[in-house]
């Protein structure tokens, strides 16, 4: 019955609204008629007593007429016609000035020249097109064929603007986040005293890192998580108290197999900071990553995932066209391996990321097609924190991708955003790996199907 009456409640309104227009057009059209019969009889209502004895009645019909006034000339229907034209040419010049600003935008020119060098052309235009559209403050994307440990594709920005150089690639002045946890649970397991499945107190919100979170109880009963968990989840507490056990000498051997604290020829890239204190506060923080002190090139970043996709010691990434961005060939380091254990606990615990964890909102079938979801492992790493050079938060992904099917056929991912603090944040940094992948599962999976 309530929407019987609504709808006839609109039916009446409707009905009303056409009436008027049509007798409303209709009054208009008799008041017109109206006017100019008016007009056309005042001269046949002059007689020959109105005028003057001098002049014959002939005379009258050329006798000049007074001009008309703008008031009378508006009175009169083409007065009112010329009203609506002059209104009708104003509405329309409004409405162009509303939709076409008087000093539009000059359009963007692309230089294409740094996209034409890469590796592979195709994805280095699907990321520079990214860049373009997301607008992030300050960021780099760097891709790497894990087979090679060559550098096929990548993008910077600084200031929101699109970069033709990848300096960002070198530069140590990043805050490392939680992706130094990788350094804990490495050296958990290399030290035998841990598994993925090993739990860990679980004290409080994972974001934070309070003393009274590290105060473990002898006899502790509460709530655990498993280290696995506790790194793809990001839990600080958890990774401050495993780093506090390990002990700060196994964190620093762990950390110099992931290249920390070295330098590099060159300075290509520049030396990544660890430097945790033997004990106290101090330790959690480096343990878990909560510091700036702990500091990360993308270059590096990109050596370490793919070190543990590929159970081989570090190298740094390489391009025969980036001089003083990357080596020019493959560099031989001297750093030792992990144990077999170790490279594949690190794998599943950042296949876990991706699963369980920190990544698993973004890195899915809501940004990637299922068909290549399904076909692939992938695993990674978040990290975000404050940091002051750049000014802002820093917001870290390094992940890989690799086929099911064909393991030969893989990736390694690192992607670093800057956002404002104050401001505007582009899309997070998950989000862009996952449409990296995606593009790149389209390019290089089931090609023959």
Not at 21 to 27: S, V, Y
Not at 58 to 79: C, H, L, V
Not at 305 to 319: D, T
Request: proline share 6%; net charge neutral; with cysteine.
């Amino acid at each position: 019955m309530r929407n019987r009456c609504i709808a006839a409640g609109v039916f009446i309104i409707l009905c009303v609204f056409i009436a008027s227009c049509i007798f409303g057009e209709k009054a208009e059209v008799s008041e017109a008629k109206v006017a100019e019969e008016q007009l056309t009889a005042e001269p046949a209502a002059q007689t020959p007593d109105t005028l003057t004895a001098e002049a014959p009645a002939t005379a009258a019909t050329e006798i000049p007429a007074p001009a008309a006034t703008d008031a009378n000339a508006a009175g009169t229907p083409a007065g009112m016609q010329a009203d609506k034209a002059e209104d009708l040419a104003n509405a329309q010049a409004s409405i162009v000035a509303a939709i076409v600003p008087e000093n539009a935008p000059e359009p963007e020119i692309i230089d294409s020249v740094h996209i034409k060098k890469q590796k592979d052309v195709f994805l280095a235009e699907k990321i520079d097109q990214m860049l373009r559209r997301f607008k992030p403050m300050h960021s780099i994307v760097l891709v790497v064929e894990p087979k090679t440990n060559e550098i096929v594709a990548w993008g910077e920005t600084k200031d929101y603007k699109v970069q033709n150089e990848p300096d960002y690639f070198t530069r140590n002045t990043f805050p490392a986040a939680s992706l130094a946890k990788t350094i804990t649970i490495a050296a958990a397991m290399e030290s035998n005293r841990y598994s993925l499945n090993s739990p860990i107190p679980d004290r409080g919100a994972h974001h934070t890192l309070y003393k009274n979170q590290l105060r473990v109880p002898e006899n502790y009963t509460g709530p655990t998580i498993e280290l696995q968990d506790a790194y793809a989840k990001s839990a600080n507490p958890p990774l401050a108290i495993i780093g506090m056990n390990v002990g700060a000498s196994r964190l620093k051997a762990a950390a110099k197999n992931l290249g920390y604290n070295m330098n590099f020829a060159g300075g290509i890239p520049g030396r990544s900071n660890y430097a945790p204190p033997d004990s106290g506060y101090g330790l959690a923080e480096a343990s878990c990553g909560f510091t700036e002190a702990t500091t990360l090139t993308p270059l590096l970043a990109a050596a370490q995932v793919r070190a543990i996709l590929m159970k081989k010691p570090l190298e740094i990434p390489w391009a025969a066209n980036l001089d003083g961005y990357a080596p020019k060939n493959r560099i031989a380091l001297n750093v030792d391996k992990f144990s077999e254990n170790t490279y594949y606990g690190l794998r599943e615990a950042m296949i876990r990321s991706i699963t369980n964890g920190t990544a698993r909102k973004h890195i899915s079938t809501r940004n990637m097609a299922r068909k290549n979801y399904n076909a692939l492992n992938i695993g990674g790493k978040t990290g975000s924190l404050d940091g002051h050079d750049p000014y802002g938060r820093y917001e870290w992904f390094m992940g890989f991708a690799q086929a099911k099917e064909d393991p030969s056929k893989s990736l390694v991912v690192v992607i670093l955003q800057v956002h404002d603090l104050q401001g505007y944040r582009s899309q997070p940094a998950c989000q862009v790996a996952a449409m990296i992948i995606n593009y790149w599962a389209h390019q290089n999976l089931n090609k023959g199907n």
